[in-house]
């Protein structure tokens, strides 16, 4: 395919606690033919979107990464589930709620900033799904990890609210099983991998994400999964932290990309 370059929002966890999530994805990009180009002087888009109406200011941030990305003529692309729930649900409110483009705009204006919406917001995993195609991803694979059984852990970020994130079914997701099918190694469907870990109730109450990744780890397992792929940092933590110890290694889906293209050991020199 023609090498595309994409703005890329890597968000704060990225730079510190997901680094493995940043630099897997940016080789294995090389290898694919695409280009993660960092936007300059990004800020955290806050891990969360704010369902308050008349929140504004948390939303600024976003937009000022929108309206870069749209300056440079190209489209923007994340990794982390958060980092991608908020910049979408952001870019929907620029393009449909006059309330918050009047008071973005407004808010924006010393900064020379006017956005209406116009920046395609994608995940990485649709970069593999709808640019490069999963038949070239198979084709660029040379480490297939056939044998493995792993579990897709999509988490509730990445797909909902299904109607404005349009990644893929809520309620039957296939994108990452299709990504593991890609890299040679065997998806196991089990009933948990679509909902949420818990792990934003951690501060109110602990037992909450313990209760739910113990649930999905143990609902995996018995469904003869040997690991987890995820793209959220947060849920990567609370699965490894609040699962009772059980031997299920969780990581993060660029991973075992970079590995099965044969790039890993380079991310790590």
């Not at 990485?124 to 991803?137: A, P, T």
Request: hydrophobic letters at 40%.
């Amino acid at each position: 395919m023609e090498n595309i370059t994409y703005s890329y929002f890597p968000g704060c966890t990225l730079k510190n606690k997901a680094l493995d999530l940043d630099m897997y994805a940016r080789k294995s990009a090389e290898a694919l033919g695409f280009t993660l180009q960092e936007i300059p002087d990004w800020q955290c888009c806050g891990g969360e979107y704010p369902l308050s109406k008349d929140e504004i200011a948390t939303k600024l941030s976003s937009v000022r990464a929108l309206a870069a990305s749209r300056d440079a003529g190209q489209e923007l692309v994340t990794l982390c589930s958060a980092c991608y729930n908020v910049l979408k649900q952001v870019n929907n409110d620029m393009i449909t709620d006059e309330n918050v483009i009047l008071k973005v705009n407004n808010y924006l204006k010393t900064d020379g900033i006017q956005y209406n919406g116009e920046t395609k917001v994608l995940h990485f995993l649709e970069i593999l799904r709808d640019v490069v195609g999963w038949d070239k991803v198979k084709a660029a694979v040379k480490n297939p990890l056939k044998g493995k059984k792993i579990g897709a852990y999509y988490g509730c970020l990445l797909l909902r609210p299904g109607k404005v994130l349009q990644l893929d079914d809520p309620e039957n997701p296939q994108l990452l099983e299709d990504f593991i099918k890609a890299i040679g190694a065997t998806p196991v469907i089990y009933a948990q991998r679509n909902e949420c870990c818990g792990a934003y109730t951690m501060f109110e109450d602990p037992s909450i994400p313990e209760k739910r990744a113990d649930a999905i780890i143990t609902n995996a397992k018995d469904q003869g999964a040997e690991l987890l792929v995820t793209s959220c940092p947060l849920c990567r933590y609370n699965l490894i932290k609040n699962s009772k110890g059980a031997d299920l290694p969780v990581v993060y889906f660029t991973e075992l990309l970079a590995e099965a293209l044969g790039v890993k050991e380079a991310a790590n020199a």
